[in-house]
């Protein structure tokens, strides 16, 4: 299941895509917009600007803005910031990978190779979806 974290990440990025001028945006602005705790949004802008993904300016005029485009930010670098891997079991994760304390031989297990189907599915999706396709999708 997607966190809320990673839904409100999500959201307040196509917020600041979505925004005709480059000008920074308010917190606040953004919280109001898409219904936020201003707090926990604080929390998760803070770590998508430490991920490269925004900028801020402080004072009058201030707030967070795009450092790249839309169309050039991946919806599985974001997922992977905010919510880690996109492996739903760590034996199969490609960037967190750890083997599972259970299972004795990971070519035998039924459910190894049922979740590397999954992984390869949403991975397919998420890695060929940009911030661009998701506000355009609207």
Known sequence: ???????YGLKALSYLARCEEDAPVQISVISTAENISLKFLESILLTLRKAGFLGSKKGKGGGYYLLKEAKDISIAEVYRVLEGPIALVPC???????KCDDCPDEDKCSVHGLMIQV?????????????????NKI
């Open 92 to 98: 199969v994760s490609l960037n967190f990978y750890e």
């Open 119 to 135: 992984r390869d599915s949403n991975l397919r999706i998420l890695e060929n979806t940009s911030l661009e396709d998701l506000i």
């Open 1 to 7: 299941m997607l966190s809320r974290k990673t839904k």
